[in-house]
């Protein structure tokens, strides 16, 4: 593949929040770390805290991977590293989305493995590790439990329950069928069928499926995949359990801080709650709220606890207590040596909600990193781009505006009517000189006729174009053919297309080429064809 980058403002796509965090806009400088460059991981390094989990954090990812590891010598090299001092996490998050759901999941992960290599680049003496952040506790299934491949829906249609990282796979069976019918007859379809099939069939949960697929994808990078789901896990952050939902701190900075965020007109994302955990059981997962009378109640679970009750329920089951969004950053970062978290445009914004709840726990900031975003295309489709006299950059503009640049470049008339309304608004300027004259009175009405015919003119201009459109009809399908190719059901591609025809055509060259021309600190759009 070749690649062609694109500044993201130029792709009207992404939010002024993340343009203007791109840009380094002061205004939010203190909703931020430091800024996502070389310069900023150097500092970055300089300020990390001493962080005293490693041997917790390795003895849970080899009991998780279990049997994955010797297949997979470069993950386990990387756990191992994980002993070092000098050794630091690259972190990505997302939910469980069968299949991998969208393209972008994959751009995540990536973004991570290629920032690895290039801090280890700068820093040879130090060690750098991507890791993928299961979202095993979410419990948001109808997000997940669905992928469109070349515009079809393939669903997993059950009832959710509890967190998605523990549903039972045994129903997936006619999903995966789904999938892996569409593949076709190759090698590298009977490759993903194996993987997929492995998957899905042979693991009984959903945290399991994803952890044996993304590794199997992603093995020979030495990513490591950390199912936070984990009583071990979750001791360490015991601590900020109980304080947090005894004290509600996290719910007063994050407010705060998103009206400061808000008042110098930037979006927010999320809104902190009174409690922000949740009760966890393998059957539900439900809220955690105080009522009048002092209690702690689980919402819907006729399951309450007096204050002592609830310390006592924390110390004996920490694992029971399941962050919400704006406390699952915080876990993450007691956990890992994480120096980066690499996120979309939504998930950088709810992020620079919460930095004065991180300064307050005195827990390390990450630096931001908006992950790589990227289309990928084939010759034959660029090619008729080319032919249309389009490029990369105007291919993002409205369908409607590109076929009218498109006809008024190639037609032999003239299709606007300027100049005619020019001639025609001068002798309206002596209507209204004369109407004045007879009578001021009917200055409204000789307005009212101007624009109706100004309305007629503009409808004549527009058939004139409709019927210009005619002559290149050809070209005009090539457009629509082009966009909605590269932006299927009018988004952009990375946002509703799974991964796997590309990787049917392309195999593990596609992942060589993501990590080839991605360059997570330059912040361009990437165009692979």
Known sequence: MKATYIEYSETNSFSKTLLAYLAHDEALKPFVGHWPTFEGFEKQLHEKKHFDHRGILVERLKAQYTTLLPGSPAVAKNIDLLLQENTYTITTGHQLNIFTGPLYFIFKIMTAIRLSEDLHAKHPDKNFVPVYWMATEDHDFEEINHTKVYGKKIAWEIPAVSATGRMDTSSIVDAVKQYTNILGLSDNSAKLTA??????????????????????????????????DDKALKELFKPIIKTDILSENSFKAITERSKELESKGFSTQVHAREINFFYLTDEFRERLVLTADGRYEVLHQNIYFTKEELEKEIDAHPERFSPNVVMRPMYQEVILPNLAYIGGGAEMVYWMQLKSNFDQYKI??????????????????????????????????????????????????????????????????????????????????????????????????????????????????????????????????????????????????????????????????????
């Open 364 to 529: 390390d900031f990450p630096i931001l990193i908006p992950r790589n975003s990227a289309m990928i295309t084939e010759d034959n489709v660029a090619a008729k781009l080319f032919r249309v006299d389009l490029t990369f950059k105007s291919i993002f503009r409205p369908a409607e505006v590109l076929k009218k640049e498109y006809v008024r470049r190639h037609t032999k008339e003239r299709l606007n009517l300027n100049d005619e309304w020019m001639e025609l608004n001068a002798i309206f300027g002596k209507i209204r000189l004369r109407t004045h004259k007879i009578d001021p009175s009917l200055g409204p009405s000789t307005e009212a006729i101007k624009a109706r015919l100004k309305k007629a003119m503009n409808n004549l201009e527009k058939k004139l174009m409709k019927a210009e459109k005619r002559n290149h009809q050809h070209a005009l399908a090539d457009i629509d053919n082009v966009k909605e190719k590269l932006f299927p059901g009018g988004g952009l591609q990375e946002r509703s297309e799974n991964f796997a025809l590309l990787y049917v055509k392309y195999g593990d060259n596609l992942f060589r080429d993501l990590y080839k021309y991605f360059n997570p600190l330059d912040f361009k759009f990437t165009i692979l064809y």
């Open 195 to 228: 993987i997929v099939e492995q998957a899905y069939l042979k693991h009984s949960r959903l945290a399991d499926a994803t952890r044996y697929m993304v590794n199997e994808l992603f093995k020979a990078y030495g990513l490591l995949i950390i199912d936070a």
